[in-house]
């Protein structure tokens, strides 16, 4: 890389340049790249959950997960809402969540202690309602 005078300003620049920085005269013929960069994806709100692209050759890859509490040594605990094909069924599946995220009864995704819960409550009410 060598330095050359501008014609126009008489300033130090590159050959490598196009163009001159200080006057921006035209050093040599070349084009600037125009195209638009790859916009980024817009940041979530702290706390309402993140969908994260697993590793590996699978069915669902992308995962939708919550940060609901936090462990005794002081890291977040994810709870899994649930695994999807595409990152946009996953999109929606977390904004679904995040309209109701404390009314478990309206959540279409239900944790498995939930749904154990449920069943036992269900199974409990059978059992007694025939007298056993």
């Known amino acids: ?3 050359i005078q501008c014609p126009e300003c008489s300033g130090q ?3 490598k340049a196009i163009i001159c920085p200080h006057c921006g005269f035209p050093v040599r013929d070349g084009s600037i790249s125009t195209s638009t ?3 980024a994806r817009k940041r979530r709100p702290n706390g309402s959950g993140t969908v994260v692209k697993l590793s590996g050759k699978r069915k669902n890859p992308f995962q939708v997960r919550v940060n609901t509490r936090i462990n005794a040594d002081g890291y977040p605990a994810y709870d ?3 695994n999807f094909p595409d990152r946009v069924s996953a999109e929606i599946a977390l904004t679904e969540y995040n309209k109701s995220p404390y009314n478990p009864n309206d959540r279409i ?3 498995r202690s939930k749904i154990f819960t449920t069943s036992l409550k269900v199974l409990y009410d ?3 309602s025939l007298g056993l």
Request: hydrophobic letters at 50%; a positive charge; charged letters at 15%.
């Open 1 to 3: 890389m060598a330095l």
């Open 80 to 82: 899994v809402i649930g």
């Open 109 to 111: 995704f239900q944790t």
């Open 126 to 128: 059978l059992l007694t």
């Open 13 to 15: 620049i590159s050959d």
């Open 37 to 39: 960069p790859r916009k």
